[in-house]
């Protein structure tokens, strides 16, 4: 039996609304979760995310995501683990859902100078930073050069280290425009590790916290999509997520590839569409079926200035700013545009004053929220 | 009749409890003011401050300090106006008591190869960064090299802009170890100066939001303390400010001068002694009779990884606090150390995570706050 229980609350064409209860924890789907990748969402205080003053009327966000590959190398699962888990470590009595690893070994390294071969095979390159085999992924530490290998086995072991409420199977990325061939030997590669990951998970399944999702990827291919949901399928006991679909890739292919492989996925599990955050795309998305939404993007705009706003996303740096005594958005009633003006976060950042990356990463991550939050509303009226 | 009601609630040897009103928010002193140089605390949400999470069960921080000079420099007094004052501008609805930048304009051109001649006398120096003369203070601004000058009667008209409910007079700060004669000069400038601004207030008091403090200094000269507050107190009619005692001079004789200026002063208002920090001397401060203190100490430590603590600060940097699953300290209970162990927060500034600097001010405000508080609480008993 899966430890994820769910009620299905609504359900209108493809779109849905679940009660998904974790843990002990109720929350309902679907669901924008905040990036807290090295143990905190950048810049903010994670209590302000369940404090009335800053979400103000919204449910209080309840399911955050964690970066298996940057808090094994710092500060070390082990540490994590010792520190009576992630939970504990960072404050959060609430849900944490951690990525496996695999797409930062893969994005990691990509673009930096490593070639393309060395990738795709492994290659006998002495400077691998990255190394591909059956067995798993060798690669160097961004820290301190250090060489580490991520097995399917080891990263469930890692995410239970972190007492991680959901876990992500270790997943092989292929770059945009790859070969076809090669994007298909990377898909059978994934499929093994998935196997390899809920063997190893499965004698100690009820005695962890967490559940374990696999993930489907192979970019705008639908027959690999297809063959991949098909195989992946039998492993998505709680939950399955789907990647590939965020970078690179034009809108309307992008929106072509979430329809095609929603309409495959099974229904009866909760779906993860990764890294997808643009709230056309999101509420694209929720439409054709899918439940849980991530990405960093709100507090990284945020940190750079820029704020989301219908009609395009304000520069908040821009000098049209200085003596503009409106909020960010009208229509968002978010703390930050409750509280403050354009002229007063224009002044913050032109003073290099932390707080606007504060207000604006809170505004970003609550815009997000709010749109999500008011799909649901709308659904269940 | 002054603006500023009280009550006095105890009185024991020289150390009272008041209770303040001033446009309509009611406080107690002694009180610490946080450091809100440039309409923002560093760091911090405000609100943060007014909120039980945050603050525990300490009563909430009412009153902050704001920096005319930084104010007036970026984004201006008359934006600020232009955006109904600076309660409104930076969303506080408690006090704001803000500095004169007499302070400031001195302390930020001194050392910086300033001669002390120019300083003191104006000088012919073409390259002059800050000059004195009678009628006022010409500086550069920091900022961009522009020509600015300061009046007694244009500083508070500036602190009436920004809606400052306590103003402070512009003062000639003299440099420690200043030959005496000079110093003197300066203190018969300061009284020259204050009663300007008492002049300029004087018809608009009724109309304004703010009341006014003299500022009384000169080191470690008794006799020239005793001069001043015998002029100053003419003044005094809603609040004196006491200066010149938090810097260079050894912990004894700033002890010596602190003791003997508060015997000096009047007892029928508030007494603001500037700058001085440390538990021990605000302790000491208030049992000779001070009401009010600020520092920007809290913060600046706090960003820099060190921490409040008996014992000695705590520098979260320090490799021995890897593994150390405990509190910044064992008897604050404020949030940081309520929801957060060494470990995590040395975690944080090893990733130069920003949290670290937010949850260490935080913690360091609040350990000046509670002294205060918990004096009080025992001296109400």
């Known amino acids: 039996m899966s430890k994820l229980d769910f009620k299905i609350l609504k359900q209108k064409w493809n779109a849905r609304v679940w009660q998904i209860t974790l843990n002990g924890i109720t929350l309902t789907t679907p669901v924008f979760m905040p990036v807290w990748t090295k143990a905190t969402i950048k810049w903010i205080v994670l209590d302000m995310l369940k404090d009335p003053t800053y979400i103000w009327d919204l449910p209080e966000i309840k399911l955050i995501l964690a970066n298996t ?65 059956e067995d798993g992924v060798t690669f160097r530490s961004p820290y301190d050069g250090s060489k580490h290998m991520f097995t399917p086995e080891w990263v469930v072991d890692i995410q239970c280290n972190l007492w991680s409420d959901i876990m992500m199977v270790l997943d092989v990325c ?9 994007i298909e030997k990377h ?23 967490g559940v374990l999702f696999p993930i489907v990827q192979w970019w705008t291919y639908l027959d690999l999509r297809q063959e991949s949901v098909d195989f992946l399928s039998n492993y998505a006991r709680d939950g399955i997520a789907v990647g590939g679909v965020s970078v690179w890739e034009s809108k309307e292919l992008i929106r072509e590839v979430v329809s095609y492989t929603a309409s495959k996925l099974p229904t009866n599990v909760p779906r993860y569409l990764m890294g997808v955050w643009t709230p056309e795309d999101i509420t694209h998305a929720i439409e054709e079926g899918f439940d849980m939404f991530d990405c960093v993007l709100p507090t990284r705009l945020g940190r750079h200035g820029q704020a989301f706003a219908t009609g395009g996303n304000v520069k908040i740096n821009n000098a049209k700013y200085t003596k503009d005594f409106t909020p960010l958005t009208n229509d968002c009633g978010c703390y930050t545009c409750k509280n403050f003006t354009k002229a007063y976060l224009h002044h913050l950042i032109k003073e290099k004053e932390m ?27």
Chains 1, 2 share one sequence.
Do not use: C
Not at 191 to 206: E, G, S, W
């Open 69 to 133: 590959f940057h808090l094994y190398l710092r500060p070390g699962d082990e540490l994590i683990k010792e520190a009576w888990g992630l939970h504990t470590f960072e404050n959060w009595d609430k849900l944490i859902l951690t990525d496996s690893g695999g797409f930062q070994v893969f994005s990691l390294w990509l673009g930096k100078n490593v070639e393309w071969s060395i990738i795709q095979d492994g290659g006998g390159n002495h400077d691998v930073k990255m190394k591909l085999t």
């Open 355 to 381: 707080l606007w990356g504060i207000l604006l990463s809170l505004h970003n991550i609550m815009y997000l929220h709010k749109i999500v939050e008011d799909w649901k509303t709308a659904m269940l009226k």
């Open 174 to 182: 292929s770059p945009s425009g790859a070969d076809k061939k090669i």
């Open 187 to 209: 898909m059978q590669m994934t499929h093994r590790r998935a196997k390899r990951a809920f063997d190893h998970l499965k004698p100690k399944y009820n005695d962890v916290r």
